[in-house]
């Protein structure tokens, strides 16, 4: 009785001490994520290393992270840098009157009357339309304006967080695989299923991340081209917004350039706007169509419906990391579905064969 009373304070006090532990590492959510997500996502190039130069782990540590400071976060920090430059020029124009956001939806009614026509038949309001469209285009130029002063502003913390990311990095592409092993020996889930359920959370975070950065960057990258190719204003930065649209399964970058073609075909400018129309359609949307199955959807084996909306409920809940996270949990909580209905049919049919058989 007093070994029960023991174990279970014990497991109380673990629980706690746990509780307490995730609480403390919370400011630190981002880096350690995307940390761990370093690691996955390198740890072939590692291996490749070993194979290639024998098994020096603090060698072929920092030559990985170094190779993924090359190649990621070096070309990410120069595109948030243009961002937000591009941003705060919109941001600017947009407070002096140059730019016009609720003029331009106008020029659109005018020229497409039966726009409201048509909206009017399912009872819809164009002008509570025009005005939601213009506070939001407003409101994202706010934010971008904000967000580049919060970065002026927390410097410090920003690189903070980056050094923290890189310094945990190393350390998981050093010892990642001895501290799976660990977590194996220690979560009372049975081997089995541990060693499936830390498989499925690589395979996604590899294929959420690899597909998903690499669609988006091809994707804002053809869209910013054509949109520069065209003369059209900000080019750059409707590249960067199509491509953190194209995040969005379903709809994606077409949030930005079909209005932009509508607006061309408003003015007058028919060519351009049959020129961005057709290649939006064919290049941006079959870049879309081929690669995300190809790269996102053969290795999660989500639904395209679950992608979209874990990766919309994962933004509203852990914000622009919820992009991996959110299609992270609906991975996971498949998985553990999965091992649960194999495991309760299997005993159901062994149950059901033993009473046949005492039968």
Same mark, same amino acid.
């Given at each position: ?13 673990? &629980? ?97 009357? +039966? ?7 399912? %009872? ?50 050093? %010892? ?13 889930? +049975? ?28 994707? +804002?990258?053809? +869209? ?44 007058? %400018? ?11 359609? &064919? &290049? ?14 053969? %290795? ?60």
């Amino acid at each position: 009785m007093y070994a029960k009373l023991e174990t279970r304070t014990f497991l109380a006090m673990l &629980v706690g001490v746990t509780l307490a532990f995730v609480l403390l590492m919370k400011p630190f959510v981002g880096p350690i994520f995307w940390a761990i997500a370093i690691a996955l996502i390198f740890h072939p190039f590692q291996i490749f290393l070993v194979r290639r130069f024998g098994d020096r782990p603090n060698i072929n540590a920092l030559i990985t992270l170094m190779v993924c400071m090359l190649i990621v976060v070096i070309p990410v920090l120069l595109l948030v840098t243009s961002l937000v430059s591009e941003g705060l020029g919109i941001y600017q124009q947009i407070q002096d009157g140059n730019i016009k956001p609720g003029e331009y939806i106008d020029q659109v009614s005018k020229s497409f009357p +039966g726009i409201q026509t048509f909206l009017a038949q399912f %009872d819809i309001n164009f002008g509570e339309i025009r005005d939601r469209v213009v506070s939001l285009f407003v409101g994202g130029s706010q934010f971008l304006a904000k967000q580049a002063l919060g970065i002026g502003q927390n410097t410090f913390q920003f690189f903070l967080g980056l050094a923290l990311m890189m310094y945990l990095s190393f350390f998981l592409l050093r %010892d990642g695989s001895k501290l799976i092993e660990l977590m194996i020996r220690a979560l009372p889930l +049975g081997d089995e299923r541990e060693r499936l359920l830390f498989a499925k959370f690589a395979e996604v975070t590899r294929a959420t991340v690899k597909g998903n950065l690499l669609i988006a960057i091809i994707q +804002g990258a053809l +869209g910013g081209i054509i949109f520069w190719v065209l003369g059209i204003s900000g080019a750059l930065l409707w590249g960067v917004v199509m491509a953190i649209f194209s995040l969005l399964p379903a709809v994606g970058a077409a949030l930005v350039w079909v209005p932009a073609a509508i607006y061309l075909a408003a003015v007058g %400018d028919i060519v351009p706007a049959v020129v961005l129309t057709i290649f939006g359609v &064919v &290049v941006i949307g079959l870049a879309d169509n081929l690669l995300r199955p190809i790269m996102v959807g053969r %290795d999660t084996k989500l639904p395209d419906y679950i992608v979209l909306l874990s990766t919309l409920g994962g933004l509203a809940m852990f914000g622009i990391n919820g992009f991996v996270m959110g299609p992270l949990v609906a991975a996971l909580f498949m998985a553990f579905w999965g091992i649960f209905i194999r495991e309760f049919s299997e005993e159901a049919q062994k149950v059901e064969t033993t009473g046949d058989d005492v039968g």
